[in-house]
T-cell receptor, first 112, second 116 residues
Framework: RKEVEQDPGPFNVPEGATVAFNCTYS??????FFWYRQDCRKEPKLLMS???SGNEDGRFTAQLNRASQYISLLIRDSKLSDSATYLC?????????????FGTGTRLTIIP | DADVTQTPRNRITKTGKRIMLECSQT?????MYWYRQDPGLGLRLIYY???????NKGEISDGYSVSRQAQAKFSLSLESAIPNQTALYFC???????????????FGEGSRLTVL
């Protein structure tokens, strides 16, 4: 089993729709979790951290389910500019980035 | 200008050649990293450095070496390139993690290397 697993997609979603995708992780001792966004042929950029209580940033909501070992990302009222690959990132530590595990990404395309 | 700059952005080379990828940053971060990205695989850590006197191997360091010339500069070398080192390489920096443990990574724009 991969340490971090994501559905590669592609998810083709009409503009304005709501889309959600999950990421599962195998290390139950994982401490911190993130979603990074990567546009085609560009560098990854932090979208949001995922906190135990769940967190929201505008149209984006991230949730953590420790019991089932997954994190989720919900995008409401999707925009064309949301088209990208979303990388799930899991950290077994709270003290550095040396052990980060990156998922392979979920590709999202928003259709006009 | 980008805060994390990589050169070259694209390079095609032949098996056995020595290649250096350079990274410089203006973010003032002590921590710097080199990753590679391959289709169907997540980003994997090659080397990382916490300061100019601290170099550490990552998950896939074989066939690579690094040099931290200054706080702002971190270079990755392939002494004798081979085709399976064809990949997209990213340099990244981070500050010391805050109490939330985020320590956001800031990536360069990437260096696409093709080894024939």
């Amino acid at each position: 089993r991969k340490e971090v697993e994501q559905d590669p997609g592609p998810f083709n979603v009409p503009e304005g729709a709501t889309v959600a995708f999950n990421c599962t992780y195998s290390n139950s001792a994982s401490q911190s979790f993130f979603w990074y966004r990567q546009d085609c042929r560009k560098e990854p950029k932090l979208l949001m951290s995922v906190y135990s209580s769940g967190n929201e940033d505008g149209r984006f909501t991230a949730q953590l389910n420790r019991a089932s070992q997954y994190i989720s990302l919900l995008i409401r009222d999707s925009k064309l500019s949301d088209s990208a690959t979303y990388l799930c990132v899991v950290n077994p530590s709270n003290f550095g980035n040396e052990k980060l595990t990156f998922g392979t990404g979920t590709r999202l395309t928003i259709i006009p | 200008d980008a805060d994390v700059t990589q050169t070259p952005r694209n390079r095609i080379t032949k098996t056995g050649k020595r290649i250096m990828l350079e990274c410089s940053q203006t973010k003032g971060h002590d921590r710097m990293y080199w990753y590679r990205q391959d289709p169907g695989l997540g980003l994997r850590l090659i080397y990382y450095s916490f300061d100019v006197k601290d170099i550490n191997k990552g998950e896939i360091s074989d066939g690579y070496s690094v040099s931290r010339q200054a706080q702002a500069k971190f270079s990755l070398s392939l002494e004798s390139a081979i085709p399976n080192q064809t990949a997209l390489y990213f340099c990244a920096t981070s500050d010391y993690p805050d109490r939330e443990g985020t320590g956001e990574l800031f990536f360069g724009e990437g260096s696409r290397l093709t080894v024939l």
